[in-house]
């Protein structure tokens, strides 16, 4: 039962271009939510967070956004640039579960020259 | 100056084995994670130590047994490994925060391979 899910397992994008990578979730109890990036043999490495009270957070290029009711959040990327390619997890939390994260499985971005 | 380090990158073993993973963290962190990520990709959380406290243990079979020796180290054994258990082990850490949110780091994961 995956409660976070991501439904793209890839997308590729011109540089320069908008990436939206999407994420959906079915524990109504999640109030913390992250993008983390990976790349090959490396470990992700968190990019951008949002909490439940909020609808929008921005860090740079990078936007993350939250629709409560509809279970989704979105991460937005722009201007998108070839070193983004890489595989970019969606994680979430709460505070009941020890904050442990569920991930969901990840969306390869490719953004092409 | 790696925040969370593992040790050691790649492991390759046979069957029956048992084996070791060490991982370290110098954000004086005080949180301590084992993720496996298997063959479709899932990040899933294994175990969760707090100031040395287990406070997260997954459905692992009891052939897995982390030690915390202090709250920079969080070690992983494996006893008796098998086929199934070959996937990438990723330590994380965090500072725990109560109910408030917390972000966790990841150290470069080690790669498991069972023959």
């Known amino acids: 039962d995956q409660q976070v899910k991501q439904n793209s397992p890839s997308l590729s994008v011109q540089e320069g271009r908008i990436s939206i990578l999407n994420c959906d979730y079915t524990n109504s109890m999640f109030d913390y939510f992250l993008w983390y990036k990976k790349y090959p043999a490396e470990g992700p490495t968190f990019l951008i967070s949002?909490?439940?009270?909020?609808d929008k957070n921005e860090d740079g290029r990078f936007t993350v956004f939250l629709n409560k009711s509809a279970k989704h959040l979105s991460l937005h990327i722009v201007p998108s640039q070839p070193g983004d390619s890489a595989v970019y997890f969606c994680?979430?939390?709460?505070?009941?579960?020890?904050?442990?994260?569920?991930f969901g499985s990840g969306t390869q971005l490719t953004v092409l020259p | 100056d790696t925040a969370v380090s593992q040790t050691p990158k790649y492991l390759v073993t046979q069957m029956g084995n048992d084996k070791s993973i060490k991982c370290e963290q110098n954000l004086g962190h005080d949180t301590m994670y084992w993720y496996k990520q298997d063959s479709k990709k899932f990040l899933k959380i294994m175990f969760s130590y707090n100031n040395k406290e287990l406070i997260i243990n997954e459905t692992v079979p009891n052939r897995f047994s982390p030690k915390s020796p202090d709250k920079a180290h969080l070690n992983l054994h494996i006893n008796s490994l098998e086929l199934g258990d070959s996937a990438v082990y990723f330590c994380?850490?965090?500072?725990?925060?109560?109910?408030?949110?917390?972000?966790?780091?990841f150290g470069p994961g080690t790669r498991l391979l069972v023959l």
């Open positions: 994380a850490s965090s500072q725990f925060r109560g109910l408030a949110p917390e972000t966790q780091y």
């Open positions: 949002i909490s439940s009270i909020k």
């Open positions: 994680a979430a939390s709460y505070s009941g579960s020890a904050r442990q994260l569920t």
